[in-house]
């Protein structure tokens, strides 16, 4: 990581880190800063910068972080310390090498800046509103990414392939007062799809509105549970206003929140986008040995919209949710289970 890239205690303290600069085209000025957690001496003052979202400002650490920066910690984004040194708290993210994951952050955040800086300021707003505001809230984030540059640019290098329909994308059994709802798109590992989504949330209104069913158990069938929104799909409403709309009105997270405490979700395989952001919201998540988890929507220029930033930011905090999406890196079931992002860890 080139020594330029860094702020020490006194380049924070002087940098400008309350004003979003933005190039002529509009792109933010060195939307990614990494702070050289290192370089504080033991009596070096600390400060705490303004928690307002005009810069990812990621901490990097390679020694033990005293406690006297826990709050310069809160305020950041996340904190790269060593491997064994994660959990030392939410803000922190265990990883080999902390410059090196920080120089593969800068490249993978720095490709789609509007929608890093974005992300950012939502989580702080989306972990302190009550579900429903959340979900709003990043539904307009969201939207309005979606008509913006970075997701142009992925969907001009991504082009559509017709979306095959599926005869019975989710599939209801019933035993006793148990509701069985498994996703049933194997051949597309379950991508989350319209015919999906709303597949789910009928099966979501028949248990509000039958008292007989006291518990709900939610899988997927095939290889993976659900690999996230099907991207052939993306980008395909008529504008980012009626996006906001739909999604708002017919999300399966809100709907999976609002009996949370009937819902057990078994999930297996590859978990990505809303395959772990609408899980997150039930109240008890079992993972399968294997499964992986993954927050890939940067790439594509967005922010989760599936309810992510409130659903997994409540499992894990937004220090690790930022770290899931601004890396895309993907994490293992002992890791998801080490943040609290699933329950438990159970055999087919």
Not at 88 to 101: H, I, K, L, Q
Not at 200 to 225: C, H, K, M, Q, Y
Not at 234 to 253: E, K, N
């Amino acid at each position: 990581m080139p020594a330029e890239d860094r702020l020490g205690p006194r380049e924070l303290a002087d940098e400008g880190i309350t004003r979003l600069e933005l190039a002529p085209d509009g792109d933010p000025v060195a939307p990614v800063v990494f702070v050289d957690l290192d370089r504080w001496g033991p009596h070096d003052p600390v400060p705490v910068p303004a928690d307002e979202p005009h810069r990812v400002l990621i901490g990097v650490a390679e020694a033990p972080l005293p406690d006297r920066l826990s709050p310069l910690l809160h305020t950041l984004a996340f904190t790269l310390v060593p491997a064994g040194q994660g959990a030392g708290g939410p803000e922190r993210v265990g990883v080999a090498d902390p410059w090196a994951t920080a120089g593969s952050v800068a490249e993978y955040a720095g490709a789609a800046p509007r929608a890093a800086v974005t992300l950012v300021g939502l989580l702080r707003l989306t972990e302190r509103l009550p579900v429903a505001e959340g979900l709003t809230a990043e539904s307009l984030a969201y939207s309005t990414l979606l008509a913006g540059p970075e997701f142009s640019a992925w969907r001009a290098r991504s082009p559509r392939r017709p979306v095959p329909s599926h005869p019975d994308p989710v599939l209801l059994s019933r035993e006793g007062s148990l509701l069985r709802v498994a996703l049933n798109r194997p051949q597309r590992h379950n991508a989350f799809s319209r015919e999906v989504r709303d597949g789910l949330l009928e099966a979501l209104d028949l248990a509000r509105l039958d008292p007989t069913i006291t518990e709900v158990e939610l899988s997927g069938n095939g290889p993976s549970f659900c690999s996230g929104g099907d991207l052939d799909e993306f980008g395909t409403t008529p504008d980012a206003a009626t996006a906001h709309l739909i999604r708002v009105r017919q999300s399966a997270g809100h709907a999976v929140h609002r009996a949370a405490g009937r819902i057990r979700v078994r999930v297996h395989g590859a978990c990505i986008g809303a395959g772990i952001e609408v899980p997150a919201f039930a109240g008890r998540v079992e993972a399968i040995p294997g499964a992986s988890f993954q927050l890939p929507e940067l790439r594509m220029g967005l922010v989760p919209g599936a309810g992510g930033t409130v659903s997994v930011t409540r499992r894990i905090g937004r220090w690790r949710t930022a770290y899931l999406v601004l890396s895309g890196a993907s994490i293992d079931v002992r890791t998801a289970l080490e943040w609290g992002l699933v329950d438990a860890c159970e055999a087919r």
